[in-house]
């Protein structure tokens, strides 16, 4: 396993419940060979001590801005040249506020400002602070700047409640350190994945649709990225926020979907249909709004373009995987479906279950390629969209060198 030698690390610790956590991050980022100088805001030396983490950091610790000894010991421009990377964990929600406005009122909000080394932060907080509207806002914001986020998990929490703002075990945030650190395995390589699902219209007020969430294509958009990958997002209407780094391009029905593929289809080496396109469509759309005088309305449907049937008969089709939702027989329907629509690899789930499927933030997955499958059992579907992007490279792979080996 890759590690951490010789990154140099400014680990800025705010004041969260979740400090606690910071000293075994430190114990795990040396373990790895980094080099890690802690920052401490005045608030976090009251859940944990300079002591602590400078003996685990064997480096003294940093607390204050306006300090004739700190900036002459080193200086919060000397620290913001010095780091490879700016980790804040836990990173507390007034922490992210003052992030989002570029604020430098103190030693760590400082540095953040005057360095031009990425910035990771790991939230750590109340779920209800982390839904907060004004949080929210913060989120896109640092998004957009292109701040890099890990988690927050879900679960039970200090203060008591249950949700989404706890702060990610350290393993969990030494983990993903690595993988930023480290070049793709699909470095280069342009990935187009199709999310959400697709609106067929009736008249100007009403459409056919289905349940489907996105959450996975996103989830598989976020996977790739990380991995490396150029990611175009194709997505039906759908209400998440795009994953960083990664090209979005709206669209509403089948037809525009399959448009807009096909634009792009020639220079994408791995297309991965997860959207739950709409089978049919109305033949006619009213131009008015459909009156509810009769007392039966017959609405004739008609098939929409295949999209994954379009790709892979392109002359030199893309590593082409597809999706298939099923509510009974997962297998046989996904193996039928892998083969008749000549496809490299089938993702096959089972929906209309309790857990799982559209709309829920979990998922299983059973994978299907010629002579082989693999199950993903029910995890968080970033979780699931990283197992399942680890066996697309490896038979990406394995087939792009089996077609050099064949010229
Ligand atoms: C016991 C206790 C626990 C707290 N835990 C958190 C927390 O987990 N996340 C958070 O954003 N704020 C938490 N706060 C509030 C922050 O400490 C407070 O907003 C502080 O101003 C943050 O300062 P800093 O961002 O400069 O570190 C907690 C406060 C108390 C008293």
């Known amino acids: 396993m890759s590690n951490l030698t010789n990154k140099r690390i400014v680990l800025g610790v705010c004041g969260s419940i979740a400090a606690y956590k910071s000293a075994d991050l430190v114990r795990r980022l040396k373990e790895m060979g980094a080099e890690v100088r802690v920052v401490m805001t005045q608030s976090a030396g009251e859940f944990i001590t300079a002591l602590t983490l400078q003996t685990l950091s064997h480096n003294p610790v940093h607390q204050y801005l306006l300090d004739c000894d700190s900036e002459s010991n080193m200086s919060h421009i000397e620290l913001a040249r010095w780091a490879d990377i700016v980790l804040i964990a836990p990173c507390s929600a007034n922490f992210m506020s003052k992030l989002a406005q570029g604020m430098a009122d103190d030693l760590l909000s400082t540095v953040c400002l005057a360095t031009r080394a990425p910035i990771v932060y ?8 982390w839904e907060n509207k004004a949080t929210r806002e913060n989120v896109i914001t640092l998004q957009k700047r292109g701040f890099v986020r890990f988690g927050p998990a879900s679960g039970d929490q200090a203060c008591g409640e249950t949700g989404l703002g706890r702060m990610l075990e350290p393993v969990q945030i030494s983990n993903q350190l690595i993988e930023l650190f480290q070049p793709g395995l699909l470095q280069d390589k342009n990935i187009m994945i199709t999310a959400g699902p697709t609106q067929e219209d009736i008249d100007p007020v009403r459409f056919i649709s289905n349940r489907s969430s996105g959450k996975m294509g996103f989830a598989i958009a976020q996977a790739a990225r990380e991995a490396g990958a150029n990611v175009t997002l194709v997505c039906g209407p759908v209400k998440l926020t795009t994953p960083q780094g990664v090209n979005r391009l709206d669209v509403r029905t089948a037809d525009e979907m399959k448009s807009v593929v096909m634009e792009n289809i020639n220079t994408t080496d791995i297309f991965i249909s997860a959207a739950a396109v709409a089978d049919y469509r109305p033949e006619t759309v009213a131009t008015k709004k459909i009156k509810k005088a009769a007392s039966k309305l017959d609405l004739k449907l008609i098939r929409n373009p295949d999209i994954l049937s379009l790709v892979t008969n392109e002359p030199v089709p893309p590593f082409t995987v597809g999706f298939a939702a099923e509510t009974d027989n997962v297998r046989e329907n996904a193996l039928a479906k892998l083969n008749s629509k000549s496809l490299d690899m089938i993702a096959a789930n089972e929906v ?3 857990q799982g499927g559209f709309d829920s933030n979990e998922n299983a997955l059973s994978i299907y390629w010629q002579n082989g499958e693999q199950q993903l059992p029910m995890a968080n579907k970033n979780t699931i969209a990283r197992q ?9 792979r394995e087939k792009s060198s089996a077609n050099n080996a064949l010229i």
């Open 122 to 129: 790991v939230p750590a907080m109340n779920n209800v602070m």
């Open 352 to 354: 209309g279950k309790e």
């Open 388 to 396: 399942l992007m680890t066996i697309i490279t490896e038979k990406f």
